[in-house]
């Protein structure tokens, strides 16, 4: 479930930001974990359920912050699998944030001799 979650969530960020015309270079997810009860496990029943999954990705992207939360909240309305684990009480945090890139202008260095 946890894969399926990650996998909607990313075909729809994509979507969404290909129609709002936001050039994406790159979703490197960084933390995808599930928390599932073990003592229900082979029970079945409504007990035998994913409890909390939290997600992070890092885009890589020249649009802002904002621009990612605005798509980000598009693509999870659009996610069935995400509307599916959050109808069944699934607590789903999601974290996207720009990944910020430091760029170093050599031609600013000085060199001293000592």
Request: one cysteine or more; glycine letters at 6%; charged letters at 25%.
């Amino acid at each position: 479930m946890v894969a399926s979650l990650v996998g909607c969530e990313l075909s729809t960020f994509k979507d969404y930001a290909n129609r709002e015309k936001l050039n994406i270079q790159s979703i490197k997810f960084t933390k995808i974990e599930g928390s599932y009860d073990t003592s229900n496990y082979m029970k079945g029943g409504k007990d035998n359920i994913i409890n909390v999954i939290n997600i992070e990705a890092e885009v890589e992207t020249s649009g802002s912050q904002a621009d990612i939360d605005k798509i980000h909240e598009k693509a999870q309305k659009s996610c069935p699998v995400y509307n599916m684990l959050n109808n069944a009480g699934v607590k789903v945090t999601n974290s996207w944030k720009k990944k910020w890139m430091i760029c170093l202008d050599i031609s600013l260095l000085k060199i001293v001799y000592l």
